[in-house]
Structure formats: C-alpha cells, structure tokens
C-alpha cells in the first residue's frame, strides 16, 4: 500500500535504506569467492530480490500498481516517466538488473578485475561492491520516495497552488459577481 502521509514515506524511506545497507555489505562480501564472475551473478541476484522488495515497501510493485484505478496508475505510470526510472512497477528480470548494472558498469568490472591483485585488491573490489550496490539501491529507494511524495503532494494540494474547487461547492464570486458575468457573457464586442 502506497504510504499516505510524509511521515509514513519517510519511515518507509528509513527502512528501505537499511535493507540496502545489508545487502551492499552481503555483496561486498560475495568478492572474497576467488572464482570469476560470482561476485557480478551474487550481485545480479541480490538486484532481482531488492528492487522488487523497496517496490513492495513503497506500494509500488506491478502487481500492487494493477489492482489500482485507472486514473491512480495513469498518475504513478506519468510521475515514473518524469523521473525516467525504468524499474517503478515493473517485472525485475534478470536483463533489467543488467541494464542497471551497466549505469555503474566500470564499478563492476574493477571490482572483478581488482579482486586478482593481492590483499589490496580484495579490500578495493568489495569496497566497490559494497558502492556500487548502495548506488543501485539508494537511486531505486529515491525515485521511489519521489513518485509516492508528487502523490501525496497531488492528492493535498500544493502548497500556493489553487485547489480547484466546483461553482457549487463555494464559488470565490459573489452573487452580483455571478450576474454581472452572466450579463456580459451575451455582450458583443
């Protein structure tokens, strides 16, 4: 469910953080297997788990965006584009978590390519590890936060912004206001 207040997306922002901490440190960690390439397929997998669970947190996995209005998920679908996030409300395949990987591409390749070189080569690849899965997810959780807090925003009402409000709700005219205007709707110029 898709927080309802500032303070909940905060919360929710807090705990998505943590879940990324954890896995960043689990990929740093997946550099100390010597074998090339576990460390990218380690990182690959945790990728597949977390975007879909920082999804979920902030109410916007695809399954939780289908079962919405029409009108709600054409408002999430337009905020996702303006923020250009290709992982919003979407399957997480493995092709899309490569593609995400490619944005931090030269990052992975050191790390693999670093973790050969003795001793400071094993600390230098899992401290890339460890950067490039924080970037990753930190990105995600923020483009997460900023399409749920334009929601919030849309459904309060900026701040100095008219709310649009209907003639028969309360109309900022009085009713001289409303007569004058209708009397000068059949005047020609």
């Known amino acids: 469910m898709i927080p309802q207040t500032l303070e909940q997306l905060e919360q929710v922002r807090k705990e998505c953080r943590t879940m990324v901490r954890k896995r960043a440190a689990a990929s740093a960690g997946s ?3 010597p074998l090339p390439g576990t460390d990218v397929l380690a990182d690959v997998g945790m990728l597949m788990q977390l ?5 979920d947190k902030f ?4 399954k939780q965006l289908d079962g919405m209005d029409p009108e709600t998920k054409s408002m999430i ?3 996702v584009m ?4 290709k992982v919003i409300g979407r399957m997480v395949t493995k092709e899309l978590v490569v593609q995400v990987l490619k944005r931090v591409g030269v990052r992975v390749a050191t790390k693999s390519v670093a973790k050969f070189v003795p001793f400071a080569g ?3 690849a899992a401290a890339l590890s460890f950067t490039a ?4 997810g930190n ?3 923020d483009d997460c936060f900023e399409v749920v807090k334009r929601m919030i925003e849309q459904r309060e009402g900026l701040p100095g912004e008219p709310v649009p409000v209907s003639l028969e709700e309360g109309s900022p005219h009085s009713p001289e206001d409303e007569e004058r205007l209708d009397t000068n709707a059949h005047v020609k110029p």
């Open 139 to 141: 990105k995600h959780i």
């Open 133 to 136: 899965m924080r970037y990753v």
């Open 77 to 79: 679908y337009g905020f």
């Open 51 to 55: 975007l879909p669970a920082i999804n």
């Open 82 to 85: 303006s923020i250009g996030s």
């Open 59 to 62: 109410g916007l996995s695809q």
């Open 122 to 124: 094993q600390g230098l």
């Open 31 to 33: 550099t100390l297997v």
